[in-house]
């Protein structure tokens, strides 16, 4: 087994680990799944319950890690202090894959038969911190009539805590997965490139769910919010991000100069969630198409291996639900280019058709 120095070493985010693998509890045993409590350093947003994650155990040598989603906040009306909160804040029974096949099936259901990752070691990383997996801080917020609510940005914790214990466990895959869905999409590159530089000998295969159409230069502050800006900076690989102008693209960018790694984006092309959250952000969005068709090809022209499979509708995310079995686009199922994806056989860019002029970046 690897030392879990290693991809801390690389991540080298200031964050020192105290965790003492052999005095662990054994893990319990759940219709396949094992739960690994998430121990010091880690938590939720508003500590409503402990952190934690699942695995079930495959071929040892074939991995899959998958990023939840839960959407974000960085105001105190989206944070639920004066308004409705727009993250989930808990892991609890709703996240546990065993429990609810509703967030959990698709690609984590490894008793399916048609599933293409059924033989793999899945490790599923739930959220519950507002941050995209990528926050080092907490904010309190307040208001004019003296409430105030604390928000505990630290899912950069969580998210090196599972990639450490999954190092520490598999020393020499040769293929590891990495994927996530909407807030979970986001950071996919960025810790898929850290796997491939910690496993240069693996194949390592990144695919985004959902997350594909921020063409917006006003993420950078909610960054900055989160303190992920200035932790990135630290990975060589996102040393020079632009605390001023980072964005969301930037991380598909950096992450393509990695030699082992391919890149990949699931998205639809009106995908209601996105428009949701690019009107938190102030823009009023009444299409999706031409923002992602833009960020899309601008992504292509840095990276000619980027590999994408666009549906049409509002759909927001498929990879970890019931529809992923059905899913069909221009006469090519998800589950097969997947399938195809992931094993590195020759695979063509999906749903092409349904690109649109590309708008320029939201101000």
Same mark, same amino acid.
């Not at 998958?66 to 944070?79: D, L, P």
């Given at each position: 087994?690897?030392?879990?120095?290693?991809?801390?070493?690389?991540?080298?985010?200031?964050?020192?680990?105290?965790?003492?693998?052999?005095?662990?509890?054994?893990?319990?045993?759940?219709?396949?799944?094992?739960?690994?409590?998430?121990?010091?350093?880690?938590?939720?947003?508003?500590?409503?319950?402990?952190?934690?994650?699942?695995?079930?155990?495959?071929?040892?040598?074939?991995?899959?890690?998958?990023?939840?989603?839960?959407?974000?906040?960085?105001?105190?009306?989206?944070?639920?202090?004066?308004?409705?909160?727009?993250?989930?804040?808990?892991?609890?029974?709703?996240?546990?894959?065993?429990?609810?096949?509703?967030?959990?099936?698709?690609?984590?259901?490894?008793?399916?038969?048609?599933?293409?990752?059924?033989?793999?070691?899945?490790?599923?990383?739930?959220?519950?911190?507002?941050?995209?997996?990528?926050?080092?801080?907490?904010?309190?917020?307040?208001?004019?009539?003296?409430?105030?609510?604390?928000?505990?940005?630290?899912?950069?914790?969580?998210?090196?805590?599972?990639?450490?214990?999954?190092?520490?466990?598999?020393?020499?895959?040769? !293929? +590891?997965?990495?994927? %996530?869905?909407? /807030? *979970? #999409?986001?950071?996919?590159?960025?810790? $898929?490139? &850290? =796997?491939?530089?910690?496993?240069?000998?693996? !194949? +390592?295969?990144?695919? %985004?769910?959902? /997350? *594909? #159409?921020?063409?917006?230069?006003?993420? $950078?502050? &909610? =960054?900055?919010?989160?303190?992920?800006?200035?932790?990135?900076?630290?990975?060589?690989?996102?040393?020079?991000?632009?605390?001023?102008?980072?964005?969301?693209?930037?991380?598909?960018?950096?992450?393509?100069?990695?030699?082992?790694?391919?890149?990949?984006?699931?998205?639809?092309?009106?995908?209601?969630?996105?428009?949701?959250?690019?009107?938190?952000?102030?823009?009023?969005?009444?299409?999706?198409?031409?923002?992602?068709?833009?960020?899309?090809?601008?992504?292509?022209?840095?990276?000619?291996?980027?590999?994408?499979?666009?549906?049409?509708?509002?759909?927001?995310?498929?990879?970890?639900?019931?529809?992923?079995?059905?899913?069909?686009?221009?006469?090519?199922?998800?589950?097969?280019?997947?399938?195809?994806?992931?094993?590195?056989?020759?695979?063509?860019?999906?749903?092409?058709?349904?690109?649109?002029?590309?708008?320029?970046?939201?101000?």
């Amino acid at each position: 087994m690897r030392n879990v120095s290693g991809l801390a070493a690389l991540l080298c985010l200031g964050m020192s680990s105290s965790i003492a693998w052999a005095d662990e509890p054994a893990a319990a045993d759940t219709a396949g799944w094992k739960t690994i409590p998430g121990g010091h350093g880690t938590g939720c947003a508003t500590d409503a319950t402990p952190y934690e994650f699942y695995v079930h155990e495959g071929d040892p040598h074939r991995l899959a890690i998958y990023f939840q989603g839960g959407g974000g906040c960085w105001n105190s009306r989206n944070c639920g202090l004066d308004g409705q909160k727009t993250f989930e804040n808990a892991v609890d029974d709703g996240d546990r894959p065993w429990l609810n096949k509703a967030v959990a099936g698709g690609i984590l259901d490894a008793s399916n038969p048609a599933n293409p990752l059924r033989e793999f070691t899945i490790v599923f990383a739930p959220y519950c911190t507002a941050d995209v997996h990528l926050g080092v801080r907490t904010e309190r917020f307040e208001t004019s009539d003296g409430k105030s609510l604390s928000i505990a940005y630290r899912g950069l914790a969580n998210a090196q805590r599972v990639m450490d214990w999954m190092t520490h466990q598999y020393a020499e895959p040769k !293929q +590891v997965f990495v994927s %996530g869905g909407s /807030a *979970g #999409a986001i950071p996919s590159p960025i810790f $898929a490139s &850290q =796997l491939a530089r910690h496993y240069p000998k693996a !194949q +390592v295969v990144q695919l %985004g769910d959902g /997350a *594909g #159409a921020y063409r917006t230069n006003r993420l $950078a502050p &909610q =960054l900055e919010l989160w303190g992920a800006t200035r932790a990135l900076k630290h990975d060589p690989l996102y040393g020079d991000l632009d605390v001023e102008t980072a964005n969301f693209e930037d991380f598909y960018q950096r992450a393509a100069a990695v030699p082992n790694l391919q890149l990949g984006q699931i998205n639809s092309i009106e995908d209601r969630i996105q428009l949701f959250f690019l009107a938190q952000l102030g823009h009023e969005v009444k299409s999706l198409a031409p923002l992602l068709s833009a960020d899309i090809a601008d992504l292509r022209k840095s990276n000619r291996k980027l590999r994408t499979y666009t549906m049409p509708g509002g759909v927001h995310t498929v990879l970890t639900r019931p529809d992923f079995y059905t899913a069909k686009v221009d006469d090519v199922a998800l589950t097969k280019w997947l399938d195809d994806y992931v094993n590195g056989r020759k695979t063509a860019n999906v749903g092409d058709s349904l690109f649109v002029a590309g708008a320029d970046r939201l101000q």
